[in-house]
C-alpha cells in the first residue's frame, strides 16, 4: 500500500477529481488531504531550491534560513515567490477536505488544518474537525502563520495526545516559530510529523525524531532531493520516515502531476522492501492507529 500522507487540496490545479486521476495512475491508495495554505502558488526555480537544501546542511544554515524568513516578513500575511506576493490563507478553509472525505471515504484521510494565533475557538475546531467530519490528525504551519508552536499550539498538540492524533507541522525559520523542543517538553506521548524532513532544521529536527520514539519526518514537498532523502534514510532509519508529496507542488513535472519522481526517492533506497512498505504507508498507519 502507497499512501501520500501530505498533499493540499487546490480548488484549481488539484481538485477532487484530478487527485484521484493522477493517484489512480500513480498506484497511490490513499491521500491524506489538506487544506490549502495560501491560493495556489508557482514553482520555485529548481536552483533557488537546491541551493537552500545544500546551505542548510552546511555552517551557513542561519543564512539560509534568514532568506527562507524573508518570504514572509516584507510583507506579513503574504508569501514572497518569485519576487511576486500571494495571500496566505490566516485560518484555511478545512470544508472542501471534509467534503472530499464525505464523498470519497475509501481514497481520502483528512487532517485538520488549525491556526491557533488569535484563534480561541482552535480546540473546538479540532473536536469538529474529528467529531463530525472523520478527520484524523491536524496540520499547523508555525512558519507562514508567525507563531511559537511551544507555546501557542500547545493546547492542541494535548489534545492531540489525549486523542491519539498525529500532528504534522512545518516549523518557521526563527527559534520562536520553529520551537518543537518545547512541544515535546510539554507534551511527551505527542505523535509528531515534522513536515519536509524537519526543514529548515535539518540536523536538529532529524536528532529529535532519531531520539523520540514519538517523532517522525515526512519526505514531502520540492524542497527536497534524493540524495536528501537518502541521507536522512541512513540517519533516522526507515521507522522514522513517512512518504508524502506536499501535492500539488510536489507532484510538478513538464508533463503534469505526477507521483514518479517522489516514488523513486523511496524505491531507489538501499533498503529491503519491508523497509521501504514502512515509508510507503507503514509507519503512516501505525500513527493513525
Known amino acids: 500500500m502507497i499512501i501520500d500522507s501530505h498533499c493540499h487540496l487546490e480548488p484549481v490545479e488539484n481538485p477532487v477529481d484530478v487527485m484521484i486521476r493522477v493517484m489512480d495512475a500513480g498506484g497511490i491508495d490513499k491521500t491524506v488531504l489538506l487544506a490549502a495554505t495560501s491560493e495556489n502558488l508557482p514553482s520555485v526555480p529548481a536552483g533557488l531550491l537546491a541551493l537552500g537544501r545544500t546551505l542548510l546542511q552546511t555552517p551557513l544554515a542561519g543564512l539560509a534560513r534568514r532568506l527562507y524568513e524573508d518570504a514572509t516578513r516584507s510583507q506579513p500575511g503574504k508569501v514572497k515567490v518569485s519576487g511576486k506576493f500571494y495571500p496566505i490563507h490566516a485560518y484555511p478553509d478545512n470544508r472542501p477536505v471534509a467534503e472530499a472525505l464525505r464523498a470519497h471515504p475509501d481514497r481520502f484521510i483528512g487532517f485538520v488544518f488549525l491556526n491557533p494565533k488569535g484563534n480561541p475557538q482552535v480546540v473546538a475546531q479540532l473536536e469538529q474537525g474529528v467529531q463530525e467530519h472523520g478527520m484524523r ?5 508555525s512558519w507562514w502563520h508567525d507563531y511559537d ?3 501557542l499550539l500547545l493546547p492542541v498538540a494535548r489534545r492531540c495526545q489525549e486523542l491519539g492524533l498525529p500532528l ?3 516549523m518557521g525559520n526563527r527559534p520562536d516559530t520553529g520551537n518543537i523542543q518545547a512541544l515535546l517538553d510539554a507534551v511527551p506521548d505527542l505523535k509528531l510529523i515534522l513536515a519536509h524532513l524537519g ?4 540536523d536538529r529536527s532529524w536528532a529529535q525524531a532519531k531520539r523520540y520514539p514519538n517523532v517522525y519526518l515526512d519526505i514531502s514537498g520540492p ?3 534524493a540524495r536528501l532523502v537518502a541521507k536522512a534514510a541512513r540517519f533516522v532509519g526507515p521507522d522514522k520516515l513517512i512518504y508524502g508529496t506536499d501535492g500539488p507542488y510536489g507532484l510538478r513535472t513538464a508533463d503534469g502531476l505526477s507521483y514518479a ?3 523513486a526517492w523511496v524505491e531507489q533506497l538501499p533498503i529491503g522492501h519491508q523497509d ?3 515509508i510507503f504507508s507503514g509507519n503512516l498507519l501505525r500513527l493513525l492507529g
Open 223 to 225: 524542497y527536497l532531493s
Open 137 to 141: 490528525g491536524v496540520k499547523a504551519h
Open 168 to 170: 504534522l507541522i512545518h
Open 276 to 278: 521501504k512498505e514502512k
Open 261 to 263: 519522481p517522489s516514488k
Open 149 to 151: 508552536p511551544g507555546k
Open 199 to 202: 526543514i529548515p532544521w535539518f
